[in-house]
């Protein structure tokens, strides 16, 4: 690799060929702040149209600014990251992006995460000299997300995730000049577009100008009404995420303090979505097993590969742009909404709860959880069976509402039976996790022969489509991984056009899985964060004295006293599902 | 938005366009251009159509269609009127005939009148500064046009 050698603010630098000046000053210390630039590193995701101007800096010799995100060095390169030039040209920007911005800190969702904010710390900005016209939206709220475009900057970050990484294709950049703004087609609501409400678009957005719809009021007055059993459930990646929002080093397990603080916060029952994983799995790897054995059988109606439908997002994703596959994927609900069914019918029936009294929250590092426990064919009678679905962000939110001291809080265990969980119902939260926790399970019913070593290490990772054959006792069963749904199209184009050679495809909607979902903690683009949650979630499985579903015994007494088995009638009522073509008459109505 | 109905016909024929250029994602702003000179604009339900053909979303080439001024969503007139305002028509007074065809005709510039029959634009210099100000109905220029003689351009066109 060709070298170049430079001098940035006076030391000298040696970088390869084609690197930016914005990443050679990082390999020296040297921070230039930017913007609209954004990258997740080794995702194979950046955001660099070098839009906003913040990462000007003054390179000898050269009459204009140059933009370091998107200006590469050249040999003997002289630049200034902080010359008085630049100083006053990068405030001059901030300044004229904040005249277009409503000055709302104190109460906006973003206040304290915001990275223009951050940016109006930094450089020191105290008043705003450029008093304007300020371009105003009608504000977007749909099930899950909520556009309030007033506050865009046009970093075009949430257009980057939405089209190139999740090829969803909902929003663009639109019309010109003042009038230019993030929008879905035909500037429609964002409910009547392809929006998979994924939420990379909210997890990306520097801004408040895309954020959830926060469920966390109608939980505190559920909480607050003594005619109301409130059961709650936290999805597996909340625990290696949220002590984040409480200054602990990401990666930091907070599984104990969470459910303390749960307590405290008033739900009469803290249960655990992993034992909804088990479960998930139970019903989830019989169906595989059974598509394959009536497959090997010669069965020619068989649709392989099964695809997992645990991500709603996912979900969504197929429902709008494969519909002609809907019956390729697994007919399981997702965990949140096995849930929903077992608390309510299983659980408040054995104790003489009606299920109106009783109101199930869902604590999930995801948005499009809130449009999931919203859909129709989740309710009964008008009842949902999940009521509510909050962030991680949000539950952070709440724990700080209600005066706890989350760091101080001694670990606790989740209630029985619905908060005894696996390992395999835990690594769900990572790419590869479902399938391997479904393999677990896979294996031994298949073979009848007991796993000697649980993990399959083949199956994990972050590249952003892996595959990898397993030995099931001689037979070679072929496993596909895609996490981003723009990988995920990938895979089903060769479903849809007969190739694929795949038994099995697992298929997460978010970068590195629930970890990196729409409603965790802002990483701000360090994508070490991501890593370390998905090894902290590898950490947890192997602290679990049990590790594959089917051994987990309440789900064992579960399928005995109520379900009888998986793929049961019952368990087909409560615990599957039908998906819906949403390809057609996204926009223009009849 | 209510939807309409587009001609089948020229439906057939934007998709012929649309092969011409290998149904080509770069091609987008080739396409509408052929797209309006079929339809005349560029209304919601074509964009849908252009997008399925290229495999971009509709959101993209509505972004592209609302950023360049040339691209238009509302139907043109019958009788499209297009008033210069390069710099010799400008001086001549061209600004005072385009306001006063806005009044006789009650529309802004990029509206169309109610029954459909006109519609305005403003464009820079047709190569007929001689004529200025020049304003053109269709493919008719009309040379030295002053205020007073506007409702004589309109009148033509309203039987």
Redesign the interface.
Known sequence: MEMVKLTIDGKPVEVEKDTTILKAAKTIGIDIPTLCYFQLKDMNIENRPGGCRICVVEVVGRRNLAPACSTNVAKDMVINTHSIRVLNARRTVLELILSDHPAECLTCAKSGSCELQTMAQQLGVRELPYQGEQSTYRKDTSPAIIRDVDKCIMCRRCEMMCNDVQTVGALSAVNRGFMAVVAPAFEMNLEKSPCTYCGQCVSVCPTGALTEVDHSRNVINSLADPTKTVVVQTAPAVRAALGEEFGLAPGTLVTGKMVAALRRLGFNYVFDTDFAADLTIMEEGSELLDRLTRYLKGDQNVKLPILTSCCPGWVNFFEHNFPDLMDVPSTAKSPQQMFGPIAKEYFGKKLGIDRKNMIVVSIMPCLAKKYECQRDEFKVNGDPDVNFSLSTRELAQLIKLANIDFNSLPDEDFDNPLGESTGAGVIFANTGGVIEAACRTAYELYTGKKLEKVEFNELRGLESIRHATLDFNGLPIKIGIAHGLGNARKLLEDVRAGKSQFHAIEIMACPGGCIGGGGQPFHHGDSEIIKKRAAAIYREDVGKPIRKSHENPFIIELYKEFLGKPLSEKSHHLLHTHYFDKSQGTFVEE | ???IKLSEKKIAELKEVCKSFNNEKGELINVLHKAQSIFGYLP??L??VIAKELN????????VV??Y?FFTMLPKGEHPISICLGTACYVRGAEKVLEEFKRVLKIQVGETTPDGKFSLSCLRCVGACGLAPVVLVGEKVYGRVSPDGVKDIVAEYNN
Do not use: L, N
């Open positions: 938005m209510a939807k919601a339900e964009q849908e971009v979303s509709v959101a993209h080439v509505y972004g609302t950023f001024s």
